[in-house]
């Protein structure tokens, strides 16, 4: 993994982070709607990021 990837897989963990952070700021109630939606998002960005690193070529990387 380049510099530039680890890079961006590192700021994408932080969102994942920031985000979940400013989720105990909202009420229980929206625990399955807004606050699940909000949390998962990130996670799923640094999830395709790590698995589209391991493609075997660019075009195989675009795809995803």
């Known amino acids: 993994m ?3 990837e680890q890079f961006i897989l ?3 963990v ?3 982070i920031h985000c979940y ?3 105990n700021l909202f ?3 929206e625990l399955y709607g807004l606050i ?3 949390m998962c998002s990130p996670v799923s960005v640094a999830s395709n990021l790590a698995f589209g ?3 075997r070529s660019r ?3 675009i795809h995803l």
């Open 14 to 16: 932080q969102l994942a």
């Open 21 to 23: 952070k400013f989720t």
């Open 10 to 12: 590192n700021r994408a």
């Open 36 to 38: 699940c939606q909000i």
């Open 59 to 61: 075009q195989e990387y």
């Open 27 to 29: 009420s229980r109630s």
């Open 53 to 55: 690193c391991r493609r």
């Open 2 to 4: 380049s510099y530039k």
